[in-house]
């Protein structure tokens, strides 16, 4: 196992899913001792991505590149920096907290979850597994195949696209949302204050009474129904929330954020 103590390194770092480092300045131990290591004993990395696992407490680095195939990543703490992450064949990616500028994460047929993502731009995509977050900020890119995709809390811009899985997110804080299942069915939730934008389109689409919806039209065509309005008053132009569901369901309902919390005993 990996297990990098919170500030060591802050040059690049490479990683596989066996128990090598490779970073830009001069590497310290992982345990105690206080000296550094002599340059060049680093053990050398292996030549493709390993099946092993990479746990980790807490990484910091200015960019981090991790790859694995078929172990898994995980960290019990936060990851800080530009973030590269490949888990190829059935690898699982599960974080705590990410903390960075830029993030990318991609899986092939495992579980991609986190619980906190703060970014200013970040992608995020698997091809069979899952993608389940918790609380995401800044710029979020989302992408699955086969894949369902949750968002416990989303404050910014998302945008969230699979083919057959299901969509469900909740949008505590507005920029522009744009979710699209090509043969699953979405979920909204919205904070009660949201001003935004309607446009919701699906083979059936249902909007809670709770929603209020000013000047809404609904348009009832042959392969399904679009309806649009204005939530709380909103500008058109500023705020957003999309949503097409072209062989599923698109519903939307209100959700306080204390009833977005998954309080456990």
């Not at 970073?23 to 310290?28: F, N």
């Not at 979710?179 to 059936?204: D, F, N, T």
């Not at 649009?228 to 957003?240: C, F, R, V, Y």
Request: hydrophobic residues 30%; glycine residues 12%; proline residues 5%.
């Amino acid at each position: 196992m990996f297990a990098r103590r919170p500030g060591c390194g802050l040059g690049g770092l490479r990683l596989t899913a066996r128990s090598w480092a490779r970073g830009a300045g001069p590497a310290r131990p992982h345990g105690g001792g206080g000296g550094e290591r002599p340059p060049g004993s680093e053990p050398p990395p292996p030549p493709g991505p390993s099946r092993g696992s990479l746990r980790a407490w807490a990484l910091r680095s200015k960019k981090l590149h991790v790859q694995t195939k078929g172990g898994k990543v995980i960290c019990l703490g936060t990851v800080y920096g530009n973030i590269d992450i490949h888990a190829s064949d059935k690898s699982t990616v599960t974080i705590d907290k990410l903390q960075g500028s830029t993030v990318n994460i991609s899986t092939e047929d495992g579980l991609l979850e986190a619980k906190y993502l703060y970014t200013e731009s970040s992608f995020l995509s698997s091809t069979a597994g899952d993608i389940t977050l918790g609380s995401v900020h800044g710029d979020i890119t989302l992408q699955s195949k086969m894949g369902n995709i949750v968002v416990d809390s989303s404050s910014g811009c998302l945008k969230a696209t699979t083919h057959q899985g299901a969509i469900d997110v909740y949008v505590s804080h507005l920029g522009q949302v744009e979710l699209k299942s090509h043969k699953g069915s979405i979920l909204v939730k919205v904070a009660p204050s949201i001003q935004a934008y309607l446009q919701l389109s699906g083979k059936e689409v249902n909007v809670n009474s709770e929603v209020h919806v000013q000047e809404m039209t609904e348009v009832h065509k042959e392969d399904g129904v679009i309806i649009t309005g204005l939530m709380n008053q909103a500008s058109k132009h500023e705020k957003w929330i999309k949503a097409d569901a072209p062989e599923g369901t698109v519903n939307v309902r209100s959700q306080s954020w204390f009833q977005s919390l998954k309080l456990q005993d």
